[in-house]
Nanobody, 123 residues
Framework: QVRLVESGGGLVQAGDSLRLSCVVSGRASTGYAMGWFRQSLGKEREFVAAVSRTRDDRYYKDSVKGRFTISRDNARNTAALQMNSLKPEDTAVYYC????????????????WGQGTQVTVSS
């Protein structure tokens, strides 16, 4: 059974940084493309970033380009989201996800999900 466990969320001030981590178990992470999504109160879950299994292809939501960096360490079966210059509008529950399909920003393609971790950015 594939499991994803997230960590790293917290309460920070605007301009601060956070690093989210996701550990994949049940299968080597090389078998999956990894993505990060987020959901704010009153809004639908949205795509944030994704990386292919080989780390060659990366995609980002326009509003986080230049501030967020997705990465993965296949040897450790982990994926991470480095978030810099955080803004209040980044406040959301962040989810990591894995897909056996090619890297994509489509939520429906991701079969495995973490439990979510809260990120709160104060002004």
């Amino acid at each position: 059974q594939v499991r994803l466990v997230e960590s790293g969320g917290g309460l920070v001030q605007a301009g601060d940084s956070l690093r989210l981590s996701c550990v994949v178990s049940g299968r080597a992470s090389t078998g999956y493309a990894m993505g990060w999504f987020r959901q704010s109160l009153g809004k639908e879950r949205e795509f944030v970033a994704a990386v292919s299994r080989t780390r060659d292809d990366r995609y980002y939501k326009d509003s986080v380009k230049g501030r967020f960096t997705i990465s993965r360490d296949n040897a450790r079966n982990t994926a991470a989201l480095q978030m810099n210059s955080l803004k209040p509008e980044d406040t959301a529950v962040y989810y990591c996800a894995a897909t056996e399909s090619a890297v994509t920003d489509r939520q429906g393609e991701y079969a495995y999900w973490g439990q979510g971790t809260q990120v709160t950015v104060s002004s």
